[in-house]
């Protein structure tokens, strides 16, 4: 098993590392591993993260912001 830093796994997302922090805090990001004061990121949890996020169309944005914030309250627009 491979276990990837903060750093890294920031790199693998092209994210900051600052995202991957506050994401940790607010319960959004993918999951992880603490070892004692360490937090480590298993790649598969990386992948599992970016998969629960395909969508196959803008028009499914919504749904994505849903599950990315994991069920809290999201109003949708609707076009007239």
Not at 6 to 19: I, K, V
Not at 21 to 35: N, T
């Amino acid at each position: 098993m491979t276990l990837l830093t903060q750093r890294e796994a920031a790199q693998a997302l092209r994210l900051s590392e600052r995202t991957l922090e506050r994401w940790r805090v607010q319960g959004i990001g993918p999951r992880f591993v603490r070892l004692n004061h360490s937090i480590r990121y298993r790649e598969q949890d990386l992948d599992a993260h970016v998969a629960a996020r395909v969508v196959a169309s803008t028009s499914q944005k919504e749904i994505a912001m849903m599950q990315l914030t994991k069920g809290a309250v999201c109003v949708r627009r609707t076009h007239v």
